[in-house]
């Protein structure tokens, strides 16, 4: 498909060649204007800017889902930003609570305590002092309770310090019923948070962050949007510019392409026939520039321009696309063409025409041509023949390459006379003679 239109271009009276193709009008025509390289970047441009236009759209989208919810967002985070939160409060906050709504009970039980292990008679540093004593004394009878000495001593230090504590914590402990009722509303407050985004107060502070990072992503998007929307105009003012000196090298090229093949047609047998390149400006710019590009003839006087397409005898549509060839030869990337019965209904001097134009297209590519006209098939440097064959009840075509002989008796069969007679044969030598001179000076 692609791959095969882009190496052989197949030319017949009822094919749908080439330049029948809106799409590859265009790319001929800037060939012919030496406009190929700005078209591929028109082309490239316009790809960028569909490209930002495209993600712009993405990112939009994106923006507009967040913003339908951004107030819930900025909701959440308000609501836990004024709760000013800290991490492990609630745990802290409960143990405040719990002092201060067992104040009382806390009090009393710890001045007992610090009673029993230090301050009433008979208390327990007391006895554990007597018991110091007594250890000290057996010391210096046995030196093996010293480490039993030296342990209750510890003990008693120990319970020392205990009931010290004990002493300072039953006097500083009171009941205050006002931060008792802070601390209620505080951890009420925080409750009613972890209900809501917890379940644990470290939740509560993941949410926070999280709607924070959301929100700043959001701002920052609005910023990559006002840059995009920077580089789509700035990309938009870029293809214009080019598209503009696309537009102008067409013009030019249009009308040069239009002159140079109306010239060739009469010499085709198209006398009167008229052809041009019609530029329509387009609504939008597309990859293919700012305008649509068609051939369009006239191929004979009284017809009106039509588009090539629509030539209904396919003899005249096979000399215009061969007018086209000749002058397009240079410029055409297509290096194989087949012509199939191109001058098909044609002969004498329109007939040498055509097989001068068709030998100056060879001079660039590969050509081949399936024709009946001795004119036509004496220009060619090599020659093959394709005969029918029938070998029991199966036809089968069999291509022969002729070699010198072999051509002049082709050709002189082909100019309609005896092929073996020696006035044919040396009338189709006249002719592989007249055809190999150099076509430089001939008409095309």
Known sequence: GELGSSLVDLHGQHEHQTLLR???????????????ALAKEVAR?????QALKDQLEEREEQQRIVEAREDFLRFQLNEIDEASLEPGEDDRLEVEMGRHEHSEELARATQALNADLYSSEGAVTDRLAE??????????????????????????????DVARALG???????????????????????????????????????????????????????NDLARIREEIRVSEAELLSEAAVLSTERRRAATELGVAVSEALPDLGLVGGKFEVKLTVSDALSASGAESVEFVVSPNTG??????????????????????????ASVDEVPVLVFDEIDSGVG?????????????????????????????????????????RVDTDITTAVVRHLNEDSRVHEIARMLGGDAESDASREHARELLAISSAPISDERV
């Open 131 to 160: 018991a110091k004593n007594i250890l000290s004394r057996l010391v210096g009878f046995d030196i093996s309770l010293r480490s039993e000495a030296e342990r209750v001593d510890e003990a008693l230090h120990l319970v020392s």
């Open 22 to 36: 809106a799409r590859d009008q265009v790319t001929i025509l800037d060939a012919y204007g030496a406009s190929t």
């Open 45 to 49: 441009r316009y790809r960028v800017l």
């Open 303 to 328: 017809f009106n321009l039509m588009p090539l397409a629509r030539i209904a005898s396919g003899g005249e549509l096979s000399r215009i696309m061969l007018a086209l060839k000749a002058i397009l």
């Open 168 to 222: 300072d914590y039953a006097t500083a402990v009171e009941f205050d019923p006002g931060r008792l009722e802070e601390v209620r509303v505080r951890l009420d407050r925080i409750f009613r948070l972890k209900r809501k985004y917890g379940p644990e107060l470290a939740d509560v502070l993941e949410t926070a962050q999280r709607v924070r990072t959301e929100l700043y992503a959001h701002d920052e998007a609005e």
């Open 348 to 388: 004498g001097a329109v007939a040498s025409s055509v097989a001068v134009k068709l030998a100056r297209v060879a001079e660039a590519h590969q050509v081949f041509v399936v024709t009946h006209l001795p004119q036509v098939a004496s220009r060619a440097d090599a020659h093959l023949v394709v005969e029918k």
